[in-house]
């Protein structure tokens, strides 16, 4: 199973847009994708038209020691499936603050071993313990970045927590990839932003842009995605294309991954204490 983290630190770069509409894009292709809601605020799965469940049935259960997460209702979504978010993240990580507790999930999807093509993390605007939790236990990063100030400094944080977490913390993580979103072609600060970006990272930033597109700005009020109610428009065009360039990125790093000796992931108890502050620092910045 290939598993990819959707992350910026910084807010509204299209984050849940782009896990909903990556994930809608490969359940059309017949992949068998879930998503898993880590974002305490849980937009995805509201706009997915999905009810709060009761923390046991949430992915709060991942960071329950006395709960089952084989017990937790996997909901269906557009296309894909959804393990929902639950607000009560927010008061359970406060006490979620040791070296340790970025592996709940790890362990978690170890013990579930479940059966899908694709998993995908949608994470919140912040490093958090859900968002390094989403990193240890993926191989691949997607960052979309809208092509602004803010966002590209949110971004290019990302990027440099992707490789702390690959250094000390989970050495399978190697693939990042970057994905503009909200790109507005009539903007100058766009193009030079978008410029910047690519000048600097390369081969990590896709070729496909998302453009602004009502229809996707839309997609907050309904269950469903923009495949759904707007097939021709360019939301679902872009997120089709990004989708497909993504996935041949992905495909070849796999194939890459697995020419190479594949390291070990670090075991829980492999956790030096040389990472211990960094971690600690990560998660009360
Ligand atoms: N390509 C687009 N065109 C127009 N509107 C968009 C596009 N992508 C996202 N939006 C809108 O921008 C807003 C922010 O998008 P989204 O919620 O996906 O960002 P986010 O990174 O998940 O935000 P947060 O950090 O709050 O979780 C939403 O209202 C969404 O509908
Ligand atoms: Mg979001």
Redesign the pocket.
């Known amino acids: 199973m290939t598993v990819l983290s959707v992350c910026?630190h910084?807010?509204?770069?299209?984050?849940?847009?782009?896990?909903?509409h990556v994930a809608a894009a490969l359940g059309l292709s017949g992949w068998r994708t879930l998503v898993i809601d880590l974002?305490p605020?849980g937009?995805?799965t509201h706009?997915m038209g999905i009810e709060e469940p009761p923390s046991d049935q949430s992915v709060a259960a991942f960071f329950d020691a006395d709960a089952d997460p084989g017990r937790i209702p996997i909901q269906e979504a557009a296309g894909f499936d959804l393990i929902p978010s639950s607000s009560t993240l927010t008061r359970r990580m406060r006490d979620l603050n040791k070296p340790t507790d970025v592996l709940w999930v790890r362990e978690a999807l170890q013990r579930l071993d479940l059966e899908y093509d694709l998993l995908l993390f949608?994470?919140?605007?912040a490093v958090t313990v859900y968002s390094l939790n989403a990193l240890v236990a993926s191989q691949h990063v997607l960052i979309?970045v809208l092509p602004e100030y803010q966002s590209v400094v949110g971004g290019e944080q990302t990027y440099q927590t992707t490789q702390l977490v690959e250094n000390k913390l989970n050495p399978r993580l190697n693939t990042r990839q970057f994905l503009f979103?909200?790109?507005d072609a009539r903007k100058r600060i766009h193009k030079t932003y978008r410029e910047y970006i690519r000048e600097k990272y390369g081969e990590k930033v896709l070729d496909t842009i998302?453009?602004?597109?009502?229809s996707?700005?839309?997609?907050?009020d309904g269950a469903t995605t923009v495949f759904d109610h707007d097939s021709s428009s360019r939301?679902a065009l872009?997120y089709a294309n990004a989708t497909d360039e993504l996935v041949a990125r992905l495909q070849s790093a796999s194939e890459d991954a697995s020419s190479e000796e594949a390291p070990a992931a670090a075991a829980p108890n492999d956790l030096s204490a040389e990472a211990a502050p960094e971690v600690s620092e990560m998660l009360n910045s």
């Open positions: 910026n910084k807010g509204g770069t299209g984050k849940t847009t782009t896990t909903i974002d605020q937009f995805l706009t949608d994470t919140a605007a979309p979103t909200q790109v998302v453009r602004t597109s009502t996707l700005a839309k997609t907050r939301g872009d």
